[in-house]
């Protein structure tokens, strides 16, 4: 399989089974990381909270890594994880640097950060507007890129306030440089974003980073320079940042969502179907280029070029050519680079000629009337014979070695051999190869490591709650607070501003989704892992969609957990019945009937102007865009709201929870 293939090369395989799970999909999502765990996965990356506590309970030899998609960002969180099994978190891509030392301060949990790729504009694990809006889960891994797409920004007069076109689309992070002071920090892996990119991509960035660490630890110093930026540009980039890792805000490119490559002329001049570009790189036949245009840019793959009346394989920094194409253009376009073919073609020819082998120090004794003795590493093989003694021509050492090192149809090359022969030794050299054959195949049954496969029954102690038909509401301003407070709410939900300037004994606290501070307590709302604590109430962010999830967080002590947005009729009913049938016990949930979901929480400012801004898509519709303590959030354009709600009572539901974000949204 691919897992022994990498084991042999000394390559660890995670595999990131990290949506949330269905009811539906439970058991075939166990049958799939039982069957990675008998081929010996390395671990497993997991965003599901009861997906998380189901395979440490019945899989406990089974490594679990926390994904980016759980939304760790504090100690507290970190802390929690490891505490509950998990042996590494990849942290939110939002999170600092300086929080970093933070969490390394509280736990030696294992750290992974993102260092190369595409970042997200909303929080890791708390964007839903892919889903909302084309019922495509960023959740499930189908997010269709919503934050790409052109968007204005709009006060409620229609009056414009962003220059670009895509305000939400974030640039690429590129860390390459910064790479010794994460090493220092003791991060002990960094992950570099490659969904959906091609091969050469990969084969570059991994080598240029693997040889800006290599350099660190070996000489103490990162060792790259402008043409290795140059080419990580050229294979792909939106534009680089440092990102909010090293506390920047340069983090969006609302010029363009895609590949920008690298500038390579101007079009000077157009005249019929002649295209004429003064160059400021060197361009090649078969590079890809693309015009930048006021509306919709246009692009080509460069077939041919002239220079002076002469048709040309390649030109220069400083020439000036003439493309024969109808493509769409004006003078003044900017003509960019996407597809650099001797790149292109300079990575191929690296990857056809790049052989990689297992390094191996060996030793082989021969000596008369003894087995043969093969010592590599730790490994001792001894042949099946004896050596025979010569009648005419001895063995020498060249001879062994020169058998020995014959590993081209193997993982493995010798970097050192000793021979150690006495001078009356002979064996056939079919017997020589036969050892280092049977030697090398000890090497692989070793390198073949086999984690213990163990499966315990899935047990959980939780207790049973009572039946209620309750209507609770979050509330956001105090002007809305007004016109609703005589209305029959169990609980109202509050943010820390309000909660504090109103008396009511309905009220209840919500905590931001984003906090480095362990706040929670009992009763109180909380929107993040590091806020659990006994007697809390769980938010929608949770991504909560299955019964094992629902029974995990009642068992840490969780007294309320509110479902995701995300779930229909038919999920919440396979949930409620699920664990009533394996747990002969009732849950206590909140679901969310009426409300703007909140799209998208983000830590870049979208708010230029001290106004009620809005973000207008293509279709017109105006999603609101609120600051709260910790960043911004993205509410839907308009409220959505559950019919015959009686039917979640029923269903076993104990609160219906109503959403009052605007003044205007009041039933």
Known sequence: SCINYAHIYGVKVYVTVNTIIYEKDVDVFMEYVEILHKNNVDAIIIQDLGMFDLIRKTYPNLEIHISTQMHIHNPSGAVLMHNLGAKRVVLSREVSIDTIKEIKKCTDVELEVFVHGALCFSYSGQCYMSSIIGGRSGNQGKCAGTCRLKYSLVDSDNNKYNEHDYPLSMKDLCTIDKIGELIDLGIDSFKVEGRMKRPEYVFLVISLYRRAIDNYILNGKVDINEDDLKELKKIYNREFTKGYLFNKTDVVNSYRPNHLGIK????????NNSIYIKLNDDITRGDGLRFLNKTEDSGLILTKMFKNGDDIKSAHKGDTIVIKDKIDCFIGSSVIKTTDKVQMDNINFRLSKKIRKVMLEGKVEIKCDNYIKVIIGNIIYESTFKVEKAISKALTSDEVKKQFMKTNDTPYMFSSLEIDIDNSSFIPVSKLNEVRRLALEEVTKQRLYVIPFIKNEYDIKIMDYPHYERKNAFIRTEEIYNVLKNKDYYNIYMKKSLYEKVDDPRKILRLERVTNINNGGTGILVSELGSITKGCI??????????????????????????????????????????????????????????????????????KVNKQLYLKDRFNNKMPIVKNDNGFTIYNYSPKSLLNIDKYYKMGINYLRYDFIFKEDIL
Not at 264 to 271: F, L, P, Q, W, Y
Request: glycine share 4%.
């Open 538 to 607: 769980t938010d929608f962010n949770f991504n909560i969609v299955n019964s094992y999830a629902v029974a995990f967080l009642h068992s840490l002590g969780v007294n309320r957990i509110t479902l995701s947005i995300e779930m229909q009729d038919d999920d919440i009913e396979e949930l409620i019945n699920a664990y009533k049938q394996r747990y002969n016990k009732n849950p206590n949930l909140e679901l969310i009937v009426y409300g703007r979901e909140e799209l998208m929480l983000t830590k870049y400012d979208l708010c």
């Open 264 to 271: 390579v002329g101007e079009v000077i001049n157009k005249k």
